[in-house]
Each structure stands twice: as C-alpha cells, then as structure tokens.
C-alpha cells in the first residue's frame, strides 16, 4: 500500500523558515518522482516543487524560486522540502504526491499523502 505521510507545517512568522517533510513507503520510491503541490482556501491547488528520484530532475513553481530548496534522502525514503522567507501568501495545507512520470501539476500525480498546514502569520 502507497502511503505519503506529512510533517513539519505549523504556524510561523512572515520572513521564517519550515522544513516540510513527507515520508514514502509501499512502492520503489528511487523509480518514482515526489512532488510538493499546495491549496489555500477557495484558491486552485499550485504545484510547488517536484523532484525525480531516477534522473534528480527538479522543478520549482516561480511563487517560491529562490526560497525553497527540495531533496531527497533516498536512504529513509524521505523528501524534504526547506521553505524560507516565508510569505503570507505561502499559507496553505501543503501536500505531497507521488508518481513514476515527473510532472509540475499536481492532476499530474497518482498519489496524495493527507497533508500539513502552513500558516505564515504575525
């Protein structure tokens, strides 16, 4: 059974840090590419960074270019998501997904963990 386990949201400052983890199991997850996609209320989901555990192709949505770092630990079949100078606008429950094509949208991806909620707020 896949299954895409979240943590590391909670609430934080304007201009603080999170590292968001997603922890794998139940498939061969060097074949797979695992992506970070978010969804605020009443907004479209956004896929916010995606990487390929087989060819280490990675991608970063422009909203978040240059303030998040994603990478995988492929030992313990974890992928983290570091996301810096956080925004308001970063707040969202943010999820993890999983797939064996390498996709930037999040209908691109066959599974979903439950999510983590980031909220950036003073």
């Known amino acids: 059974e896949v299954q895409l386990v979240e943590s590391g949201g909670g609430l934080v400052p304007p201009g603080g840090s999170l590292r968001l983890s997603c922890a794998a199991s139940?498939?061969?997850?060097?074949?797979?590419?695992i992506g970070w996609f978010r969804q605020a209320p009443g907004k479209e989901p956004e896929e916010v960074s995606a990487?390929?555990?087989?060819?280490?192709?990675?991608y970063y949505a422009s909203s978040v270019n240059g303030r998040a770092t994603i990478s995988s630990d492929k030992g313990n079949n974890i992928v983290y998501l570091q996301m810096d100078s956080l925004k308001p606008e970063d707040t969202a429950v943010y999820y993890c997904?999983?797939?064996?094509?390498?996709?930037?949208?999040?209908?691109?991806?066959?599974?979903r963990g439950r999510g983590t909620q980031v909220t950036v707020s003073s």
């Open positions: 997904t999983a797939d064996t094509h390498f996709g930037i949208l999040p209908q691109e991806y066959d599974y």
């Open positions: 990487i390929a555990n087989y060819n280490g192709e990675i």
């Open positions: 139940g498939f061969a997850f060097e074949h797979y590419a």
